[in-house]
C-alpha cells in the first residue's frame, strides 16, 4: 500500500494504526519478507554454530541422562560447562541484538519510504544501513546502556530483600520471616525486570523510524525519539501517547505471540519425539535427527520474518502519526511536492 494521495496522511485513531499496519505489511509481503528473512537466517546460523558448539565442548549443558548422572558425581565439571557456556553465549547474543537492531533500521526505511510514496526496494535498504552502520551502533549502544542502567533501578528492591533473604538463609535463620523475604525480594525483582522491559519497548519504540527517516547523531536520535513517544495528544487517559502505545503493542503483541508459537510447532514435535523428555531414563538432547530438525527450524525461521516486519511497521506508522499530529508533517511533504525546491 503506497500512500499515492497525501490525503490520506492525516492524524489517525488507535484502530485506524492496526488497520493500516496490517494493510501494509499485505501490500508489501514479498520486500519485506525479503528483507527479514535475509536477517533471520544471519540470526539462525549464530545460533545453530552455537548450539553445535555446546554439543561438542559443553555436552552438559543440553541436560539429559549424563547431566543426571554428572550432578551426582562431577559437581564441579557441571558447574565448569555451564560457566563456559554462558560466557560463550554472550558474543551470540550481542550479534542477535546488533542483528535485530539493523533488521528494524532496514524495515523501517522501507516503510516509511513506501507509506509516503517514495521508491524504496530491500537492496536500497540494506544499503542504507551499511551506509549508517557507524551510527547505528553508537544508537544500539546508547540504548543498551541506558536499558542496563534502568534494569538495575529496577530490579535493585527486589535483589537486595533476595540477598538479605539468602544470608538469613545461609546462616540457619530459616524463619518464616526469613523466607518470607526472599520469596518477596525474587518475585519483586522478577516485576521490575517485566516493568524495565515494559518500560524500554515504549522508551525506544520509535528509535528505529527516527535513525530511517532522521540524519541525527546519536544521542539527538535518542532525545528525538524521547520527545516524539512522550506527552499527551489530548485530553483523556487513552490521549496520552505512552498508554496509546502501550495499548496497541499489547494487541499486536499477542498477535505475534500467536503465530510465532505456530510456526514453532514443527520444531517442538520433532525435538519431544526423540528426545522424550517425560522419561528421564531415556531422554537424549542428541537423538534429535537434523535432517527433520533444520527443516522445521527454518520453517520456524520463515514464520518469523513473514510476521516480524508487523512490529516495524506498527512503530513506523506511529512515528508518523505523532509527526503529523505535532509537526504538521503531511502539511510539510504537500507543500514540497505542490512547490518542489530548487536543487
Not at 500500500?1 to 509481503?29: F, H, K, N, V, Y
Not at 532496514?106 to 551499511?130: D, H, K, M, Q, T
Amino acid at each position: 500500500m503506497q500512500t499515492d494521495s497525501l490525503s490520506e496522511l492525516r492524524p489517525l485513531a488507535m484502530g485506524e494504526l492496526i488497520d493500516r499496519s496490517a494493510r501494509l505489511w499485505r501490500a508489501q509481503l514479498k520486500p519485506l519478507f525479503q528483507i527479514f528473512l535475509g536477517f533471520e537466517l544471519l540470526v539462525y546460523a549464530a545460533i545453530k554454530g552455537y548450539r553445535v558448539a555446546i554439543r561438542i565442548w559443553f555436552p552438559l549443558v543440553e541436560g539429559g541422562m549424563r547431566l543426571a548422572d554428572a550432578i551426582q558425581n562431577d559437581s564441579r565439571e557441571v558447574a565448569r560447562q555451564f560457566i563456559l557456556a554462558g560466557l560463550a553465549g554472550l558474543p551470540v547474543l550481542v550479534l542477535y541484538l546488533i542483528i535485530a537492531w539493523l533488521a528494524a533500521i532496514a524495515g523501517a526505511r522501507f516503510v516509511l519510504r513506501e507509506y509516503l510514496g517514495e521508491p524504496s526496494s530491500p537492496p536500497e535498504c540494506i544499503r542504507f544501513v551499511v551506509g549508517h552502520l557507524g551510527r547505528a551502533m553508537r544508537v544500539l549502544l546508547l540504548c543498551l546502556l541506558i536499558g542496563l542502567a534502568m534494569g538495575f533501578a529496577f530490579m535493585a528492591p527486589g535483589a537486595l530483600l533476595a540477598i538479605l533473604g539468602t544470608i538469613g538463609t545461609a546462616a540457619s535463620s530459616r524463619t518464616s520471616a526469613v523466607v518470607l523475604l526472599l520469596l518477596l525480594g525474587m518475585l519483586l525483582a522478577m516485576g521490575g525486570a517485566f516493568l524495565c522491559f515494559l518500560w524500554y519497548l515504549l522508551r525506544f519504540l520509535l528509535i528505529a523510524p527516527v535513525v530511517a527517516a532522521e540524519e541525527l547523531g546519536a544521542i539527538q536520535a535518542l532525545k528525538r525519539s524521547r520527545e516524539l513517544i512522550s506527552g499527551s495528544i489530548g485530553p483523556g487517559l487513552m490521549n496520552r501517547v505512552r498508554i496509546r502505545a502501550a495499548v496497541l503493542l499489547a494487541v499486536l503483541g499477542m498477535v505475534l505471540i500467536v503465530v510465532t508459537s505456530i510456526g514453532s510447532v514443527p520444531a517442538v514435535v520433532v525435538t519431544l519425539a526423540y528426545t522424550a523428555p517425560w522419561d528421564p531414563a531415556r531422554s537424549d538432547p542428541t537423538a534429535v535427527p537434523q535432517l527433520l530438525l533444520v527443516p522445521a527450524e527454518l520453517f520456524q525461521i520463515g514464520v518469523q520474518a513473514l510476521f516480524s516486519p508487523l512490529y516495524v511497521i506498527f512503530a513506523s506508522l506511529f512515528y508518523v502519526d505523532m509527526r503529523v499530529r505535532r509537526e504538521g508533517l503531511d502539511l510539510q511533504l504537500k507543500l514540497d511536492r505542490t512547490y518542489p525546491r530548487a536543487a
